[in-house]
């Protein structure tokens, strides 16, 4: 088909970038993470359509493509042809296939591939798939696609220990990173959270995770890596939302909020005096829940006169002047930390917020495995 490698007459750069293409395009390079990730490494084209976003005629044309560059071929098992239930052709590797993909790195992905097929959850047929007789792949190919687990990490347990043996939460640090490693949680992989770690790895360790983390990412064992989009999160406390590009817009309007409360104060001081005075003294609160014109008594506005310095009606302008953010967010932190005055729901801070990092394997580590 026209996606195949051209011939080697081309030279060996232009060989090198057909293979390249041919490996990198989504589809085909999906398909080579499961073949790699199958228990036989065999699996057959039902398979291959669960477990891949993409439907069974663009898997199909696809292994065509690998077909004919000679990386797959179809493995038939005649014995299965007359069971309805059972798959008779099925999709491995050839030679040539383990060569290139050694060259290219592919086979370092084993354990990884391996574990993100272990972790995922099969239809009954894509058991009775899995479990199916099939044929046995050459000699070659299964010595290739051969993982040895204990020796695996075995290596990268030795070199965690050399590195930080003089470490309290050595050993930890094996547990995480044995974690992540039958985890699947590689370097082309989002990473988990500090926070997730317990919960998404399952592993119980002595020492805190964010210290048994910062070791393993100081070894060179795991990276610490922040997830894609902006490097900070602006949150309006008002919204319960993300404002990013709208902070300013979000503060004024915060401020706004919490000027009109300051002015309802204003409101209800002067219509509790008036009932006060057509009602008499036994009528007038004992301990005034509003402050007078004037500022006086302990509300929103002399609180934050007397916080800021500024005189009782100067506040509104106070709020008013400088970034709105800062004044904001200074304003409702003094209402919040006050026992005589409530803040209103309609206003809150503007909370800057940095994404969690992520953690996954490095490349030394899997290098190691």
Do not use: W
């Amino acid at each position: 088909m026209s996606d195949a490698p051209a011939a080697k007459g081309d030279g060996p750069f232009e060989e090198q970038r057909q293979i390249y293409d041919l490996l990198s395009q989504e589809t085909r390079h999906l398909i080579l993470q499961f073949v790699l990730g199958h228990p036989e490494h065999l699996p057959s084209l039902d398979e291959l359509a669960y477990m891949l976003p993409k439907n069974k005629a663009s898997i199909r044309d696809q292994l065509e493509v690998l077909s004919d560059s000679g990386i797959v071929d179809c493995y038939r098992y005649p014995p299965n042809e007359d069971a309805r239930d059972l798959p008779s052709q099925f999709y491995g590797l050839t030679e040539r296939g383990v060569e290139i993909l050694y060259e290219y790195r592919y086979l370092r992905g084993l354990p990884v591939a391996r574990a993100l097929y272990d972790n995922t959850r099969l239809s009954e047929k894509a058991q009775r798939h899995r479990d199916a007789p099939r044929p046995e792949l050459p000699a070659e190919v299964a010595d290739a696609l051969t993982i040895d687990e204990d020796t695996d990490f075995g290596r990268l347990e030795r070199y965690i220990r050399e590195r930080t043996g003089n470490t309290h939460s050595v050993d930890d640090q094996v547990t995480v990173a044995k974690a992540f490693y039958n985890a699947g949680v590689g370097p082309e992989e989002a990473g988990i959270k500090r926070t997730e770690l317990l919960g998404s790895l399952d592993v119980e360790i002595e020492y805190q995770p964010r210290t048994v983390l910062n070791h393993l990412v100081d070894a060179g064992v795991l990276a610490q890596t922040t997830p894609p989009g902006p490097d900070v999160f602006a949150i309006s406390e008002r919204l319960d939302d993300i404002v990013n590009g709208e902070v300013t817009e979000e503060a004024r309007a915060n401020l706004n909020a919490l000027i009109a409360h300051i002015d309802d104060e204003l409101q209800v001081t002067a219509l509790s005096a008036d009932a006060a005075e057509r009602d008499g003294p036994q009528a007038r609160p004992s301990t005034p829940s509003v402050a007078v014109a004037d500022g006086a008594g302990r509300t929103i506005r002399s609180i934050l006169a007397s916080e800021f310095g500024v005189e009782p009606e100067r506040v509104t302008d106070f709020l008013r002047s400088g970034d709105p953010v800062d004044r904001l967010n200074a304003a409702v932190e003094v209402i919040e930390s006050s026992e005589e005055v409530t803040k209103s729901e309609e206003y809150g801070q503007i909370v800057f917020v940095r994404p969690a990092y992520r953690y996954h394997l490095t490349e030394r580590a899997m290098d190691l495995v």
